[in-house]
């Protein structure tokens, strides 16, 4: 599954930067659509998710020029996208249906106060974002000893692979996802 | 004194045992190490969003509203034939893509709850209703599908899974077919969940690779649409475990 999905990832990100086809994009869609949908179903109406789905994806194709596969993968630059409808649509339905002081909400959304269900997808938003970034096998490992709770070795024989390159991948990635943690505390703090 | 690795330090945060390790309960300073990969990896875990597929129609709009071709196998087009649609302003710099039809649309807010969607373990917020129908029917010609998913295996161990919603004789029943039912401590429990995963109705036991079970009258599809297969260890407890090995959404 992850020498497929690894192959996958790092194709379609070089293909989307240098042929920016229409079927690159549904490509991209069938890969990482599910991820996009799942996050916003987190903090809203399944219809709602959809427009989210819908809007990242019209986002991700109108302006797939400023795509840099050298910055990072693609997954990675779908989910920075996703992040920013999400907001937008916080935003817009804040705007329509809590009467609030325009300012005062203004602020709010700029210190990113008093939403614990932004915090969360926030939270989802940026370790997909962070397994995105890490790439393949490294993202496979991680999920598995973390999320699946398996062992370096259950993985080594899984991934075939040495346990001396899991656990490297697995030190490193969490290292990645902790320094991100701790960044992104210590601005908010 | 000689502070572990890196790697060490990380595989004791996920419990695993290394060599030295023992070094760790005498430092303060690996200790807080481990304790700080401990946070971050109860993190992950916490984030970790299973994919969901969105409705056939989500791409079908996506394609209309860029003027792409939606279907599969389209033919081939180059860079250039795809510079008609970069004459429009990149949505990334412009305005927010706002919904006309928000208001239309509003939903209730979701609680803190909906937070622990990845983690089922949050039983606390999971009202169960526990409508345990398993209905046993012989073959009948007559049934409509209303509605389908492709369950996606959560665990490594488990192969690909179907579900199915049939309506026969006014009877709607959900038809789980996987293609190897595992070996499990305790036994497999059928859920229907809302999209958020807070809500849920237990649906009954799989004990055979293709199960139906009966869905209660009232039950709204559209409100409960996640079909979700999880390990139930006998503990007399109702709730969900939270180890779940598949789940998929309905599609109609």
């Known amino acids: ?43 809203m109406a399944p219809h709602d998710a959809e427009d989210v789905v819908q809007q990242t994806f019209v986002s991700v194709w109108r302006s797939r020029e400023s795509y840099d596969p050298d910055a990072g993968p693609l997954g ?16 817009s339905r804040s705007a329509s249906e809590l009467a609030v002081d325009p300012e005062t909400l203004h602020g709010a959304l700029e210190a990113g106060e008093g939403d614990p269900v932004s915090d969360a997808v926030e939270n989802a938003l940026t370790v997909q974002e962070e397994l995105e970034r890490l790439g393949e096998p490294a993202r496979t490992i ?22 001396g390159t899991v656990k490297s991948h697995l030190s490193r990635g969490l290292r990645r996802l902790r320094d991100r943690w701790e960044e992104s505390h210590a601005a908010s703090a | 004194m000689q502070h572990l690795p890196e790697e060490s330090l990380v595989a004791l945060a996920l419990g695993e045992a290394v060599e030295g390790g023992e070094h760790a309960a005498e430092c303060a300073t690996c200790s807080a190490e481990i304790a700080a990969f401990r946070t971050a990896a109860q993190r992950v ?20 509203e860029l003027d792409v071709p939606s279907a599969t196998g389209a033919a081939p087009t180059s860079a250039s034939d795809a510079s008609a649609a970069s004459l429009e302003a990149p949505a990334s710099t412009g305005a927010p893509v ?16 909906a937070l622990v969607a ?55 029943l959900l038809v789980v077919d996987v293609d190897e039912l595992p070996e499990v401590e305790g036994y497999l429990d059928v859920w229907l969940l809302d999209p958020d995963a807070q809500q849920m109705v237990s649906l009954g036991v799989m004990d055979a690779s293709t199960t139906q079970l009966a869905l209660p009258g009232g039950l709204d599809l559209d409100a409960f649409p996640i079909v979700d297969v999880s390990v139930e260890p006998f503990d007399g407890d109702p709730t969900h475990s939270g180890d779940s090995l598949w789940r998929g959404a309905l599609e109609s």
């Open chain 1, 1 to 43: 599954m992850s020498s497929e999905e690894t192959v996958e990832a790092e194709r379609l990100s070089r293909a989307f930067a240098h042929d920016p086809s229409p079927e690159a994009l549904r490509q991209a869609y069938e890969r990482w659509g599910g991820m996009v949908f799942a996050i916003a179903c987190r903090a």
């Open chain 1, 76 to 91: 990675a630059w779908i989910v920075a996208i996703a992040r920013r409808r999400i907001a937008d649509h916080w935003r």
């Open chain 1, 142 to 163: 991680v999920r598995l000893a973390v999320v699946e709770d398996r062992s370096t070795a259950w993985i080594a024989e899984r991934l075939a692979m040495p346990a």
């Open chain 2, 45 to 64: 875990r916490a984030a970790d969003v299973v994919p969901v597929a969105p409705p056939a129609g989500v791409w079908d709009r996506i394609a209309a």
């Open chain 2, 98 to 113: 706002t919904s006309i039809d928000v208001a239309r649309r509003r939903r209730r807010r979701f609680g803190v709850g």
């Open chain 2, 118 to 172: 990845a983690s089922l373990a949050s039983a606390a917020v999971a009202a169960s209703i526990a409508v345990l129908v398993v209905t046993q029917l012989g073959s009948d010609p007559r049934s409509t599908n209303v509605a389908q998913a492709t369950l996606d295996p959560l665990a490594t161990t488990v192969g690909a899974a179907r579900a199915e919603v049939v309506e026969r004789d006014g009877q709607r």
